[in-house]
């Protein structure tokens, strides 16, 4: 089941703030957020598990309500190095750490000077 | 720090012949993922193994097949290749006794076009 991400597109000047919503109509064991531009690999950004456990980029927060199963992301005080395609990847089940996650579709970010 | 790295980092092959693609997972990691990407499309997980195991199987077609060898590195093999499987593939790996065990560090990928 692909999560839904939210919103599709957003342009900020630099220094502004921005929110990326992850969301999934199944109970999820974990949520993966990557930032990828164009051409490159996805760059590792965080991870929040059920339970609370979380770990990541110094520089980015996120957070995991399991009861609506949804994420979030929070891009705060925007640099331009933040520009990319930013998608979230879940997990459903721990079948014991080797899972493939099923991404969303991707919520393309632009930071102007 | 060591990063995956991914061989070929381009291919080109003609309709219905093979391909071999290579990952080599970041050292110490023991668990490989493959992700097909096409063009504006959000990665799409094709296979998985642990301990040259298959661990999780996604949307491979069964005309790929992949394995991890006893270095940990992985082969993913493409015959009767398809225009439709030109994309971009990365591997992805990590470390499964860590705390956070699903971490995964992709690779710089292969793009593979098919004329």
């Known amino acids: 089941q692909q999560p839904v991400q939210s919103p599709q597109a957003v342009i900020l000047r630099e220094g502004e703030d921005a929110v990326i919503n992850c969301s999934s109509s199944?109970?999820?064991?974990?949520v993966h957020w990557y930032r990828q531009k164009h051409g490159e690999a996805p760059v590792f950004l965080m991870i929040?598990?059920?339970?609370?456990e979380q770990k990541g980029h110094e520089k980015i927060s996120a957070s995991f309500n399991e009861k609506k199963q949804q994420s979030s992301l929070y891009l705060t005080a925007s640099q331009l190095s933040y520009s990319g395609t930013y998608f979230c990847?879940?997990?459903?089940?721990?079948?014991?750490?080797?899972?493939?996650?099923?991404f969303g579709k991707g919520t393309h970010l632009i930071i102007q000077p | 720090a060591a990063g995956v790295i991914q061989s070929p980092r381009h291919l080109i092959k003609e309709k219905r012949e093979t391909a071999t693609l290579k990952c080599y997972p970041i050292?110490?990691?023991?668990?490989v993922y493959w992700y097909q990407q096409g063009p504006g499309q959000d990665p799409q997980f094709l296979i998985s193994?642990?301990?040259?195991?298959?661990?999780d199987k996604g949307s491979i077609p069964d005309r790929f097949s992949a394995q991890q060898f006893s270095d940990y590195h992985s082969e993913l093999n493409m015959s009767s290749l398809e225009l439709g499987d030109s994309a971009l593939y990365f591997c992805?790996?990590?470390?499964?006794?860590?705390?956070?065990?699903?971490?995964?560090?992709f690779g710089p990928g292969t793009r593979l076009t098919v004329l």
């Open positions: 193994f642990y301990e040259k195991m298959q661990s």
């Open positions: 929040l598990l059920k339970g609370g």
């Open positions: 992805a790996s990590s470390l499964r006794t860590s705390v956070m065990h699903n971490e995964q560090f």
């Open positions: 050292p110490r990691h023991d668990t």
């Open positions: 990847g879940t997990e459903m089940y721990s079948g014991g750490g080797a899972d493939g996650l099923t």
């Open positions: 199944k109970a999820l064991y974990s």
